[in-house]
């Protein structure tokens, strides 16, 4: 945020609405809502909770997709814990800490593995994170690879609210090595999160009530396209070496799979005399030749 679009007469204002006067400026037709509050606290977690339910632009519906931009696990949990609570669809992304690499994931409650699921080391191990950071020491960052991680994850986003294109469930970055891993995670059925677990038995009762295909191919009859052959084209097929060397010359021992594209006719091999003798040698100089050949 401070990289990206921070401008020096926004200082004093939180980040939410520096970035709220940057983005009308970009884009005037746009809403903006603004919460300056921590979401991993009881009240503030119940607010987000209630922005998702009914927070939609229509008639009090809930949110279509919710993006996660935060900077560390514990906002990232509370975010799992709400959309899996609510089986709402999200997008988490994230850049780590050597600034050169970074992620953005698709996140289906009950259909793909939530963060729960696959949790980093910190989590999985109940490691308070942080203790892992040196107080007054921020992590380090490069503003182009936020910049690719943050325009990786919106063009996610158009892909998944505009339906075209293959929607990335999981798509890394390495700006070391410009490496794009992707993949697609299942959900743990052990997962921590109970809502998680529910929503894959909910996920499981749907596909149980779709309707199986059975899909039956038929052959269809190859159709003749030209009645009339007027130029006598044929098609042939394509013949092995064996037949190659009955049907015409020599041909070279080649190894498997390979073949040569044309050899002499046999009877032109025949009839060529291969066998004939000699040019001898002449002391008559090159004008008597050339006359020679005139008189012929």
């Not at 229509?58 to 696990?73: A, G, T």
């Not at 039956?216 to 070496?241: D, F, R």
């Not at 594209?261 to 001898?280: F, I, M, R, S």
Request: aromatic share 6%; charged share 25%; with cysteine.
């Amino acid at each position: 945020m401070n990289r990206l679009f921070f401008q020096p007469h926004q200082a004093g204002l939180t980040k939410v609405e520096a970035a709220k006067h940057t983005l009308r400026n970009i884009n005037p037709d746009v809403e903006f809502e603004v919460h300056n509050y921590n979401i991993t606290t009881v009240d503030n977690f119940q607010h987000f909770m209630d922005q998702i339910r009914h927070g939609g632009l229509n008639d009090d519906k809930p949110v279509d997709l919710v993006l996660s931009c935060v900077d560390n696990f514990e906002a990232r949990m509370a975010i799992n814990t709400a959309c899996n609570e609510l089986a709402q669809v999200w997008m988490e992304s994230g850049v780590s800490e050597n600034a050169v690499s970074g992620h953005i994931q698709l996140i289906i409650p009950g259909e793909t593995a939530c963060f729960a699921c696959a949790p980093p080391l910190v989590v999985a191990a109940n490691i308070d994170e942080k203790t892992l950071k040196r107080e007054g020491v921020c992590a380090a960052s490069l503003p182009t690879t936020m910049a690719v991680v943050a325009g990786l994850l919106v063009q996610n986003v158009l892909k998944y609210l505009l339906d075209f294109g293959s929607i990335s469930y999981y798509l890394g970055y390495n700006a070391m090595q410009d490496f794009f891993p992707t993949m697609m995670m299942k959900p743990n059925p052990n997962c921590n999160d109970r809502s998680c677990r529910l929503q894959q038995e909910e996920y499981k009762k749907k596909e149980t009530k779709q309707p199986q295909h059975n899909l039956v191919v038929e052959e269809e009859e190859e159709l003749i396209k030209h009645e009339s052959n007027e130029w006598g084209i044929e098609l042939v097929s394509e013949i092995s070496n064996e037949e190659l060397k009955a049907a015409s010359g020599c041909v070279p021992e080649l190894p498997e799979g390979i073949t040569v594209a044309y050899t002499v006719p046999k009877n032109q091999l025949d009839d060529a005399d291969v066998t004939g003798e000699a040019v001898q040698e002449t002391e008559e100089s090159l004008e008597d030749l050339m006359a020679v050949m005139k008189r012929l």
